[in-house]
């Protein structure tokens, strides 16, 4: 038990430090290379600043990303070997696809991309980052996709007891995916949004590079209100599909331990688990009906009845997820959602009316909220990942099954302090280059002296 334990918190702590970077990653490669577009098709040269100066951003996030990423699929062998015994011919077939096509894209591109400037065409190094962009999203689906079978089997069979791929296509059209693949990448473009808007706003807050950051806080307020409403839809939709595919997640989620019919939506609640009821509940009347099935009348399952359910289904046990640490971690992630959204419309607001310059606390406030989009990321795949409890893979696998029998707990300790030690330097240094390089601002490249070619000399002789 005491290596499961610490094997699961091993895995959660490079996940939380990996998570840190992905969504930034997702959403400003794509701003970088609407900025580069419009740098190519306008030729103001204040785009092209702009680019390199989020761009140089972008890349230091992208290196912190691909070195956790890296380092979390070792766990797969080192620490869950009999997830990779039972699951390795399904889970590896999108890892392998991930490396084979968006992880190639990214390496040749970034690379073309980085020491392309003014020596392959302006209109040829703008679709690099383009191809940048495209790969870092794609790199997206297939992990999702990974994981969306682990949320929702399809297209398998079992044999020997191991999980086979019995049907590619359907593993790529797992509904599970097509829900949590936008609002995963729309939670990355949100991301990127208040990260420009926070930046923006905190050198206009100094009054430097005032044209400059103004126009990429243009950018980023229209970019992040349109990704926000676009995020709460596609939320909308995921929890509906959960409600249908996963019931008793979203039961967990709402602390919903006996079947309703006009379900309220819980605010606060004081759970007590052990003997599964809410000692008290701030409610919003058949709220939760409306949300899960768009009908005020209609009924949605308690996890005392899905529990029953699912030991008739797979046998005795504990199928009950930790309802306390989910429940608030969807409040938590709703609240920061709707924080966003509030700072981003009232800053909308006083820019539409020419007042928001003026209004150094609404400033403020847009330069402090850049912890919030990330709080959501993180608290909102906690719901994805502890909503699913016990199962690692639902229906097929349970976690206390999946790790490694022959690791002992010293051999993890050691690992689990050795990886977090060097994920939180790595996460310093990072965070720290990336302030340097925001306090500094744009660097104008200076312009060359036309020196003459000397033929038989050079500068070093």
């Known amino acids: 038990m005491e290596e ?51 761009g140089k951003l972008f890349l230091i996030n992208f290196a912190m990303g691909v070195v956790t990423g890296i380092i979390q699929e070792f766990h797969f062998g080192m620490n869950w070997s009999e997830y990779a015994r039972f699951m390795g011919d399904i889970f590896g077939a999108p890892l392998a696809l991930e490396a084979l096509t968006a992880f190639f894209l990214e390496s040749v591109f970034i690379g073309l991309w980085i020491f392309g400037w003014d020596r392959i065409s302006k209109r040829l190094h703008a679709l690099c980052i383009w191809i940048v962009a495209f790969a870092s999203n794609l790199s997206a689906f297939w992990i999702l996709t990974a994981n969306s079978f682990m949320q929702s089997p399809v297209g398998y069979a079992i044999n020997n007891g191991r999980a086979e791929m019995t049907d ?15 609002h995963t990448v729309l939670g990355g473009f949100v991301t990127a949004g ?142 920061a959602g709707s924080l966003m959204m509030l700072i981003v419309l009232a800053a909308g607001f006083l820019w539409w009316r020419g007042q928001l310059e003026n209004k150094e606390w609404m400033l403020k406030a847009v330069f402090w909220s850049l912890p919030l989009p990330y709080i959501a990321n993180s608290t909102g795949w906690f719901v994805t990942e502890g909503g699913r409890q016990p199962w690692i893979v639902v229906g097929l696998q349970q976690v206390d099954q999946a790790v490694s029998p022959s690791i002992d707990a010293i051999s993890v300790w050691i690992s689990l302090i050795g990886f977090t030690v060097i994920f939180a330097l790595l996460a310093v240094a990072g965070v720290y280059l990336m302030q340097k390089i925001v306090r500094q601002g744009p660097v104008s490249t200076p312009v060359q002296p036309n020196i003459p070619e000397v033929k038989g000399a050079s500068l070093w002789s």
């Open 4 to 54: 499961l334990i610490l094997s699961r918190w091993q895995f959660g702590i490079t996940s939380t430090y990996h998570f840190l970077f992905v969504p930034l990653t997702l959403g400003l490669s794509l701003i970088v290379a609407i900025l580069e577009t419009i740098y190519v098709r306008t030729g103001n040269e204040m785009y092209k600043q702009q680019t390199k100066f989020w």
């Open 168 to 182: 590619f296509v359907a593993l790529i059209t797992n509904p599970y995916v097509f829900h949590q693949f936008p």
């Open 194 to 335: 208040f990260f420009v808007l926070s930046i923006s706003g905190y050198h206009l807050i100094r009054k430097s590079h005032q044209d400059f950051f103004r126009a990429s806080f243009k950018l980023g307020l229209v970019w992040t209100i349109v990704c926000l409403f676009l995020q709460m839809g596609s939320g909308h939709a995921y929890t509906q599909f959960i409600a249908k595919a996963q019931p008793m997640k979203l039961a967990a989620a709402e602390s919903l331990w006996e079947t309703t019919t006009s379900a309220p939506f819980a605010i606060a609640a004081v759970i007590d688990e052990q003997n599964k009821t809410n000692k008290a509940e701030l409610k919003i009347p058949v709220m939760l009906s409306i949300l899960a099935n768009n009908d005020p009348n209609s009924t949605v399952k308690g996890i005392k009845d899905l529990e029953q359910e699912y030991i008739a289904k797979y046998g005795p046990g504990n199928y009950i997820p930790p309802v306390t640490p989910v429940f608030w971690s969807f409040r938590i992630m709703v609240a």
